[in-house]
């Protein structure tokens, strides 16, 4: 698979505040996908996006796939302590490699 | 549909030991993943499989480290000799075809004392 990377790799929010994570790559990718993982859990499929300029919503959560497919974000309005956990994007394309993750701890 | 299954949950071994681990893919799913999982190194991929034959091994640390996946609804990564540095979180992911989304079991934490 195509590697991403992504930023920010920690980010510390108080609950109500949004918060922001980016997926970055050189190269044109066929499509994203996003996966939440809970500390002491597993990956969890969130979303994929396949189309320039796509932009999916999932309740508070906001998914966008660059014009040139080069780029990625997820935003999510007013976290709450449920959005606790590390949100990873990749490129499926055979081959799965997953980057570090971006680590999002709320306070409340 | 169960979802990907694994086994054990946990294990705790010595040094030197041989550990299997085991997975069981949602039926009709025609690729399987292996990762492991530590603070230090993230989510590794070790192997993956389509339809039951390995297709990437350049993720196995070592020789050490073994899978197969005989058929269909069943594949194990072996360990033998486990060491120390061997502890992790080694999870097993599934999915129907190229370019569909994972689907990972809950993962065996594997402690090597």
């Known amino acids: 698979g195509q590697q991403v990377m992504q930023i920010p790799q920690y980010q510390h929010v108080q609950e109500g505040e949004d918060f922001t994570t980016y997926c970055n790559s050189s190269t044109t990718l066929s499509n994203i996908q996003w996966y939440k993982q809970r500390p002491g859990g597993h990956p969890v499929f969130l979303i994929q996006?396949?189309?320039?300029?796509e932009v999916k919503k999932q309740k508070r959560l906001t998914f966008q796939f660059g014009e040139a497919k080069k780029n990625s974000s997820l935003h999510i309005t007013a976290t709450q302590t449920t959005d606790v956990g590390t949100y990873f994007c990749?490129?499926?394309?055979?081959?799965?490699?997953f980057g570090q993750g971006t680590t999002l701890q709320v306070k409340p | 549909d169960a979802g990907v299954i694994q086994s054990p949950r946990h294990e705790v071994t010595e040094m030197g030991q041989e550990v299997t681990l085991r997975c069981k893919p949602i039926s009709g799913h025609d690729y399987l993943f292996w990762y492991r999982q530590t603070m230090m190194r993230g989510l590794e991929l070790l192997i993956y499989?389509?339809?039951?034959?390995?297709?990437?091994d350049s993720g196995m640390p070592e020789d050490r480290f073994s899978a197969k996946m005989p058929n269909a609804s069943f594949s194990t990564l072996k360990i033998q000799p486990s060491e120390p540095r061997d502890s992790a979180v080694y999870f097993c992911?599934?999915?129907?075809?190229?370019?569909?989304?994972?689907?990972f079991g809950n993962g065996t934490r594997l402690t090597v004392t």
């Open positions: 499989f389509n339809n039951n034959v390995p297709i990437d």
């Open positions: 996006l396949v189309k320039s300029g």
């Open positions: 990749i490129s499926n394309t055979g081959k799965l490699i």
């Open positions: 992911a599934s999915s129907a075809k190229q370019g569909s989304p994972l689907h």
